[in-house]
């Protein structure tokens, strides 16, 4: 049986977790990272399409997002490694005045947080979306500062920069319980062994609840699925993320999206109206038919599209679908990144920044307000209960 000391230990090598390991290895720290997958990514990270924006609706999610951004736009330039990284911005077509309302009226929260997006004409969404239906479209929004990385490349890359800096991986164990001491954490146990730190990061993605239970706690974060896809690659002919967000005709999507990844890839997923909650990743069968209608209407020239693969993965949701980034007052040196819903990719690095940093100092990067706004100890319920008002 290993037993081990570190400075710090992750609980998950995805998204996020490989992004904490990023920073707390930038500052030194000795840093052990688990999972229970052979390699680093295998979770939700590689089910992402890797659309990465910072134009939302919420303060936290805005800010943090323009942290990724600078992330992914300057990584490159600073360790020589490609993520894949198409600055193509984010487009929203639209067609009919209830989605024109929707996304107009979100523009002054976005633009006050200074993101540059617009509302454009139809002539403009015409050259960004060539050969995009014409049929009754009033224009749409364009964020040109948002873009498109791969989610595989970005896991090899913070996998091995953090390696070179010393970081521990071991792969293929999962944490099995916590160890704990006078309301304290004190390490991690696994088959293989104890593991000692006086910090543990739960950044278990859609299993964040099992690891918060073995530390007496209820992390309200439940996983449901989404299925997403990716062609064959072709020629470059647009270079924007495209979201629409009209409900589909055949009544069981909310909105889907795509985009044309660095290799010419067209790589695509829809929000199904219902969720689908639980940890099944079969993928059904009315998934291609549905996605290929919405797509084919939208971008008619996609019909001659030749699919690769499909796939499906979960997005561990909060109730309020906002994320949680906290400390654990009942569990001290217990820290939470989790509950990243449907944008844990583009949140990674601006999430791992911040968590390294409140660790290390005691204080977030972004501003306090807007880290009140993503605790642990927030209402989960208040947006609904006002709802229901
Ligand atoms: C179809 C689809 C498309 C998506 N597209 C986008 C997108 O374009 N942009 C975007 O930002 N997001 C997107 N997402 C969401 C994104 O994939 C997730 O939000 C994100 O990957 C979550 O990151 P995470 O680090 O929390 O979880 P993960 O990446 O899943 O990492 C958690 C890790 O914890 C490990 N783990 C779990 N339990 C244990 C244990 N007991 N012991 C050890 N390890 C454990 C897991 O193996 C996993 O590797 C998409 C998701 C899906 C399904």
Known sequence: MSEKSYDAIIIGAGSVGLAIAYYLTLDTLDVLVLDSEASPGQGQNKAAIGGVRATHSDGAKITLCLQSIEFYATFKEKTGIDLGWVPGGYCFPVYREAEENILK???????????????????????????????????????????????????????????????????????????????????????????????????????????????????????????????????????????????????????????????????????PLVPILGTNRENTSEFMTIISRRMIDLIPRLKNMLIRRVWRGLYPMTPDGIIILDHVKEAKGFYLAVGMCGQGFMLGPGVGRNTAHFILHGTPVIKQEIWSSISFYRDFYAGRKEALK
């Open 105 to 271: 009226g979100i523009l002054p929260i976005q633009k006050s947080y200074g993101l540059t997006i617009d509302w454009v004409g139809p002539e403009r969404i015409k050259e960004l979306i060539p050969g995009v239906n014409e049929s009754g479209l009033r224009g749409g929004t364009f964020s040109p500062g948002d873009g498109q990385v791969s989610p595989l490349k970005y896991a090899a890359a913070l996998w091995k920069e953090s390696k070179d800096r010393g970081c521990t991986f071991h792969f293929g164990e999962p944490v099995t319980g916590l160890v704990m001491k006078a309301g304290a954490i004190k390490g991690v146990k696994t088959q293989k062994g104890i593991y000692h730190s006086n910090i543990v990061v739960n950044a278990a993605g859609s299993y964040a609840r099992e690891i918060g239970a073995m530390a007496g706690i209820e992390i309200p974060v439940v996983p449901d699925s989404h299925e997403a896809g990716i062609s064959a690659p072709m020629e470059r002919f647009f270079d924007p993320l495209v979201v629409d967000i009209r409900p589909g005709p055949e009544g069981k999507t909310k909105n889907f999206y795509f985009g044309q990844n660095d290799r010419g890839q067209v790589i695509f997923c829809y929000t």
